[in-house]
């Protein structure tokens, strides 16, 4: 069968608009025969979103913005997306608008997992436009510059205030005082090095004072070590079986036995004693007064004389006053 040319020219434009059907269904990353879900947000502002933006859900695409077009009645922006059908999610997931790093303006889902009903194709969810980095940056520098505005002002007034109080009298005060702590820190540089020097020429006294002090320690770590070695226990152990002699002799004493008791305790050997010392001291004493009746010297054989007993007798010595 053969076609006419008007026929030829009708199926070629036929097959040229689903070309140009198809071509602008792939633009918008749009299915042409798709069965997904289209669902609607209202924003305040589109902040640049485009349609053919991919919907992202967590980072995962699960959708296409399908158009972006404003309500001439309320001037709000009205975004139709479309989301698979394999994909459902709460009716108070919130779709948000969000710009990255570089600039680029998206739309993102962020599904409310609180067991609320599912949304239904055609269902308007809740919007939200994230803040984008730029906007966080002004919108803190902004305070930030007002902030830096009152300190340069006042600043400017201190300086202006020192400048008034800064009179010539005081700048040379000032600089006077600048030239003396200048001339005091070369001082203090000169001590140093003449302490430097002092301590240089010390070096040799003192490593021998250091030495002798190490042999000091030495010896005395020597002589704890010989302290330590002493038999401390035993001297002890000694010295309280003496002192338990000691006692028992004292306890014996007391007790009236033994000749040194006896000579302690004793009465009669102490009246004996004054006795006897008494006696002592009279026959010294007549001794003393009347030589001649104990000593004899004949020259010429001459007798001794008679004794003579004494018509007086001294008073004994124990009972002078």
Known sequence: MKLSKEAKTAIIILIGLACFIFGISYIKSSSLFSSNKDYYAIFSHSAGLQSGTNVTANGVGIGTVKSVVIDPKTAQVVVTFSIKKDF???????AEIYSSLVGNTSLQLLPAMDGAALAQAGDTLTSHIQTSLMDAIG????????????????AD?????????????????????????NLTLQQMTKASANLNNLLSASSAPLQKSLAN???????????????????????????EGTLSKVNGLLAQVEKGGGTVSKLLTDPKLYNNLQTATSELGLLMEDLRLNPKRYVHISVFGKNN?????????????????
């Open 88 to 94: 459902t999610f709460s009716k108070n997931t919130v």
């Open 139 to 154: 919108a803190n520098i902004e305070p930030t510059i007002g902030n830096l505005n009152k300190a340069l002002t006042a």
């Open 157 to 181: 007034s201190l300086i202006g205030n020192v400048s008034n109080t800064l009179d010539a009298k005081t700048q040379q005060d000032i600089k006077e005082s600048l030239a003396n702590l």
């Open 213 to 239: 002090m190490q042999t000091v320690s030495g010896n005395f770590v020597q002589l704890s070590d010989s302290l330590s070695k002493l038999q401390i226990g035993r001297l002890m152990e000694q010295m």
């Open 305 to 321: 004389q008679a004794y003579e007993t004494p018509k007086k007798v001294e008073t004994p010595i124990s009972e002078r006053n």
